[in-house]
């Protein structure tokens, strides 16, 4: 299947600062990529829809300030937490799907673990 | 509200059938069934999906009920490594379309 890259893989930072999360299509092209983020033992829950070229839909509850999103090309979007606080310490986890195969799978990168201290 | 619902745990032998419910009851015509699971710590992993018939690949089978309220995901021979939450999702087989997670089931292969 279609392979989503995310990096880094995990990152600690200090509280304040700003932490930039790559996403990438490596093989395929995608207009849409979703942002998760995932708290200890809970289910994944959908941050913002990243459209290539245009400005991201956020979903209810998440600054977007706060959360910024760049889906400059077709296979590279990036978010940025900016002014990390300890309650930011999350798995970000971000998908994408292939138009061309239309299959509707969407596949998923291997997460982010962000630890702000 | 959850479009899913299915059992928070399950254990399952080492070997042995696992089999996994869900209940869609309000399931559109136009939504496919999908299977995720995530093992701790990655990303989810697509599993399968399917529209009304039962489908079958290298990794599991998906049977779906005649009415589509239900399906069973079917693991034929469970390994240590199928330990997992794996999540039944239902959407439109859209592209552009997001996966909405409900809270999974978590099933732990014993050996």
């Known amino acids: 299947g279609a392979v989503v890259s995310q990096h880094p893989s995990w990152v600690i930072c200090k509280s304040g600062t700003s932490v930039k999360i790559e996403c990438r299509s490596l093989?395929?092209?995608?207009?849409?990529m979703f942002w998760y983020r995932q708290f200890p033992k809970q289910s994944l829950m959908l941050m913002a829809t990243?459209?290539?070229?245009?400005?991201?839909?956020?979903e209810q509850g998440v600054e977007k300030d706060k959360f910024l999103i760049n889906h400059a090309s077709l296979t590279l979007s990036t978010l940025t937490v900016t002014s990390a606080h300890p309650e930011d310490s999350s798995f970000y986890i971000c998908?994408?799907?292939?138009?061309?195969?239309?299959?509707?799978?969407?596949?998923f990168g291997e997460g982010s673990r962000l630890t702000v201290l | 509200d959850a479009k899913t619902t299915q059992p928070t745990s399950m254990d399952c032998a080492e070997g042995r059938a696992a089999n996994l419910p869900c209940n869609h009851s309000?399931?559109?015509?136009?939504?496919?069934v999908y299977w995720y699971r995530q093992i701790h710590s990655q990303g989810p992993q697509y599993i399968i999906h399917?529209?009304?018939n039962n489908e079958t690949n290298e990794m599991a089978s998906l049977i779906i009920t005649e009415d589509r309220k239900s399906s069973t995901l079917i693991l034929p021979h469970a390994t240590l490594r199928d330990t997992a939450v794996y999540y039944c999702?239902?959407?439109?087989?859209?592209?552009?379309?997001?996966?909405?997670f409900g809270g999974g089931t978590r099933l732990m292969v014993k050996p």
């Open positions: 093989d395929f092209q995608a207009t849409t």
């Open positions: 309000t399931i559109s015509g136009n939504e496919y």
């Open positions: 998908s994408a799907s292939d138009l061309r195969a239309n299959t509707g799978e969407l596949f």
């Open positions: 990243s459209n290539e070229g245009s400005k991201a839909t956020y």
């Open positions: 999702i239902v959407r439109p087989n859209n592209a552009g379309n997001m996966l909405t």
């Open positions: 399917g529209l009304k």
